[in-house]
């Protein structure tokens, strides 16, 4: 905080330099992703503006630095507006519009603009951010993950974790995609199956959009069952370098962007470090958590209709603890852990404009990830541990044809091949609840398999007012010997110029993961947990830039892999639903002022077998609320608060001991049939950008937690000589300062 107070009375005594910086990007069609040329793009509220060469490609020189709306129009399309662009001194910004046909030929009028465009097959339960907008959300540390904790329908973890509960379903649920390249773990320190996870491997300034859907995804998307958290990464700049230095509590990094040596071609590249290690150290912690992180592209126009982009994403985490005691039952202590994970994605997109009705989208990709774990004594750190890997070789191709503003369709296909490894020992252990558990070792290395999948996804608008979108999709896994098929469907009726009705229906299937194959070999008779969607909602327009929406959904669960009775043999018999309305206020910036405002009642129930009890799912949270607000103060001043709240998880209580060869253990109660409290904090963010000469500085600090409250994240319990219970409380963070600082130059 010292360093920072410094910076800020330097940079007040430099003064800040009046300058300008500049805007350029593409406009293409957004179903054929055709340039358009002669597109106008304009900074609403100023004369500035250019309109689009033969490449749909457009540059606006020598603006005056400040905020603004940015809006791309042409004739026989819907307008689409950019409502929070800034622009910075000696520096180019880059904002790409894809425009949707309008649904009225229109021959000189132009279509009002839309702050909420959207793909015509994508009608339901979809928010889609920005950039700026994941930057100043207030509680984040501008992490991706941590603001779509604030959407509709998806609970907080906890400030300990940015994984996503969606609907009542659990974080291995959702799909997460970077660049058509699917990513199995996006988050630092957290690992398949598991809900912790601390901060996003993407650094969110390399984003051009994030689109979140949380229920009734077209055909496309697959092999999970929840929901689609789908990144775009920007293209490298073509006009100037940029670069961006970022310095907080969590870590520091670094990233540039702008054209290389060779004509139309431009990289952007993230790298971080964490502190994580450094503070652990400084505040005499056992724990020594560190991580880094690289996510980059490169992009090469070949010619005007043909581009590849070569994708690049890695991470490794790494923690290590000594002198420590960890409890993993009631008889057995371990002092030693070391944990190293890793990750990373190498891949390259070809699109290909086959005609100007038709374009195609190819991608190979590869994809590693694993981890290690050794933990034990002192003097034999390999009691227990694991060696997991996977990796995969991946194509995609998906073709997308227009045969008219009223009717296009999409074909694909993904052929996937597998290599995995699972390696885990441990030694005779004994439950805190009394339970034997044999010393184990697993090594499970299958031959190497394939996952193969057909889609196809067709919209149509069957007269103005009313579009159609139908999707069928094949999927087979080699290993297990099984194969899909799931329909989807999707309807949007526009009852009014600013009312739509939506509703949209389908089949989800998610194959079983190696973790949970490889305990046991009969485990490969696993199927597909499988769900169907149940959508339907209302969306209203109060204002251009305001949205209301109302949603209910159920999702019907069956096949679900159980556990039943904690050994290594898996089985299909778990079934459950989930079902709930949303109800949602989303004001995008403007004018100074960006807020939303959401509540969800939601019911997630399972049942490990058709004659055993239904019980709470662990990831249940009835209610939830979100309040979001922000505002520009003048003077580069920015504040935002953020409010949340929701139900307690579920969990399966201690009910009280049992004496077993003179030893005390715990006795549960009926499973999930108790709640921890009620979870609800306040965050506030406080922004102040200063102005130098050809370069900015902005100095922030993320309060989370402002009123310090005692959230719950779970219990232990331990029993004495005596048969005494104890009772020991997990903490949510308490009131905790996230400090930093970004210079743009």
Known sequence: MKIISALLIIITLAGAQTNTGSLSGEVRDAVTRQPLPGAIVTLTGTALGASCNERGYYVINNIPIGAYQVKAAMIGYEASVNPDVTIRPQRNSSISFPLQVSAIELTAVEVQSDYFTRPTENVVSMRTLSPEEIRRSPGSAEDIFRVMQSMPGVATAG????????????????????????????????????????????????????????????????????????????????????????????????????PLPVENSSMILSVRRGFFDILTKIMDRPAAPQYYDAVGKITYDLDRDNRISLVGFYYIDQIDKVGTTKESSAMSKYDYLARDDYGSAFGVNWRSLLSQNAYLLTTLSSTANGWTTNQGTQTNHTLRGEEIVENEWTLRSELTYQFSSSLNLTVGMMAKTIDSKNITWTPEDTTRTGTIVPATTIAFQPDVTNKTALFVQSSYTVFAPLTISAGLRYDRFALTNEQDVSPRLAVSYRVASATTLNAAWGKYVQTPASYQISPDPRNLALKSSKAIHYVAGVEHLLWDDTRATLEVYHKDIHDVIVDPDSTNLLLNTGSGYAQGVELSLQKKFTNGFVGSASYSYSVSRRQDAAASAEYDFEYDRP??????????????????????????????????????????????????????????????????????????????????????????????YKADASGNITTSVKPDFGITPIAGVSAKF
């Not at 055909?219 to 293209?235: E, I, P």
């Open 159 to 258: 400030g300990k974790s940015a994984q996503l509960i969606v609907r009542g379903g659990s974080p291995n649920e959702n799909l997460t995609l970077l660049d058509n390249i699917e990513i199995y773990n996006p988050i630092h320190f957290a690992r398949t199956g598991e809900s912790m996870g601390i901060i996003s491997i993407v650094n969110p300034a390399l984003l051009e959009k994030v689109d979140f859907l949380t229920g009734g995804f077209p055909s496309r998307y697959g092999d999970k069952m929840s929901s689609v958290f789908d990144m775009t990464l920007q293209d490298g700049n073509k006009e100037l370098y940029n670069t961006d230095v970022n310095l907080n509590i969590a870590g520091f990094g670094v990233m540039v962007d702008g």
């Open 623 to 716: 209610h939830i609320i979100n309040l979001l607000a922000g505002m520009e103060l003048g003077e580069g001043w920015q504040i935002g608060a953020k409010f949340q709240f929701a139900s307690g998880n579920p969990y399966t209580p201690v009910v009280g001991v049992v004496k077993k060869g003179g030893i005390y253990y715990l006795v549960d109660g009926p499973v999930n049939s108790a709640r921890y409290p009620d979870y609800h904090k306040l965050d506030i963010r406080v922004d102040k950008q200063f102005v130098l000469n050809g370069w900015s500085l902005t100095a922030y600090i993320d309060l989370w937690n402002v009123y310090n409250k005692d959230n719950v994240m779970s219990y232990s």
